[in-house]
């Protein structure tokens, strides 16, 4: 599902120079800040970030600069001086690239230190990610720069084609308090009031994990804390839920229940196809109204 | 991060240096100049101290200086100068600033000049600012040649340069790029 953006950060920031350019460039010494106007540019690596503004602030601890000997020809690939940017704000229109994929945001802030790139923007035009047809948008969206991991405050995601389905693919949306996107395992870690939307069907769950293979293809979905699913009339509750991507199908375990038109079933698992809304149910018991069912196709 | 401080200071040191030169002693006075543009005062291998309160805030040394009376232009030769900043001033974080300029040139009563030729600054924290020409107005300092600057922790280029002498504004215009140092990861 968002196994294209567990792609987003590549490699680690490594330190040195960042370039830059921009229209002026403000030298508050006395503040330890260098602040840039007007079509800002820092460049880095691959990371690429564009702003209307930017502030850079130089780490505090006062070190001696290295003094060049006299006559000495300056190299141009020297080491700028003997102190640092701890950590730079860019501001209006942010936009950042690295490798293939993009976010865009009001307003950024490189922890160079910490290795964290951390976009928010407004509520109307929240930081958003993207990679391809597939996005991710949160209150906060938290680049790291040495790992590749992405931590999101309310992500919303929308994903198109993690899915593998033949013909149209449906849209997957993703609702969270809160996602970590962990690219080493190749996990992704929602928590808090998780809502999964995939056409009519809607799952909601207090953490998910989404499982993806080595090209980015989400594998499986797990639910797990307490289900509930809903797909036009029906609902089916458990205490855990693995959705298999391939296969398209739910399958609730830990007390699983179907309510459907009055029908309430249990049993030792409960399989749910999200395309066809067949269902299996495993070991089943529970109570059926067939005057429920009048009228529908095949009923008595 | 201070060279444009420093820059600016080449101005307010061209200023000083006028300043001072009206009541110096000249090491060594000139022959008398006929044509009519010729200074009235002409020294050589100048070199002059400014004091505030007992203390030396600027330095500075001439291959010559020139002055004329009428206007009060000051024209100096291979100039140069060492400005001290006030404790707990904007520039104070630049440390000692040392100028040096090809030619000077100024109006003591307009407080207008200009410093150009091979435009030098350096600060005691290690900036180093270089440039063509420097004008100076009142608070102000300005470039409209390109400037570079090295310092602790960045290296810029800029096409021009505004400032004010009391180091509140200091910043490259039209145009800048360049690098900023990073921190280094633990």
Known sequence: MTGAVLLLAAAALPSGPLDFKARDMRIEPQDRRVVLDGDVHLSRDDLNVTGEHAVAEYAKEQRAPPRRPRGRKEASDAIVGGQSVERFTVIGNVHVQRGSRTADGEHGVVDVKGQTLVLTGTAQTPPIVRDGSETLSGERILLRLDSEDVDVVRPKVVLRRSLAEEGQPVPVKVEADHLLLLQARRLARFTDDVIVRRGDAVVRSPRMEARYDGEGQLTKLELR?????????????????????????????????????????????????????????ERARGRLRPEAHKGERGAP | MGSQN??????????????????????????????????????????????????????GTADRLDYQRAGARLQASRGGGVIQPEP???????????????????????????????????????DVARTERIYYDGDFLRSDTRVAAAGPGYRVEGSGLLARTDGSVIQLTDGVKGQLQMESRP
């Open chain 1, 225 to 281: 804390g307490g289900v509930d699913v809903r797909q036009g009339e029906r609902r089916a509750t458990g205490q855990n839920a693995d959705y298999d991507a391939k296969a398209r199908t739910l399958v609730l375990v830990g007390d699983p229940k179907l309510y459907d038109q009055g029908d309430v079933l249990t049993g030792d698992r409960i399989d749910l196809a999200l395309d066809s809304k067949e269902v299996h149910v």
């Open chain 2, 6 to 59: 420093a820059s600016a200071i080449s101005g307010v040191m061209a200023l000083a240096l006028a300043t001072a030169c009206g009541n110096a002693v000249s090491p060594q006075i000139s022959p008398i100049s006929t044509p009519a543009d010729a200074p009235d005062l002409s020294l050589q291998g100048v070199a002059l101290a400014r004091l505030s309160e007992g203390r030396i805030v600027a330095r």
């Open chain 2, 88 to 126: 707990g001033s904007r520039l104070a974080a630049l440390g000692s600033v040392r100028f040096v300029a090809d030619r000077v040139d100024g109006e003591i009563a307009n407080r207008k000049g200009v410093a150009s030729g091979a435009v030098r600054v350096d600060a005691e924290r290690g």
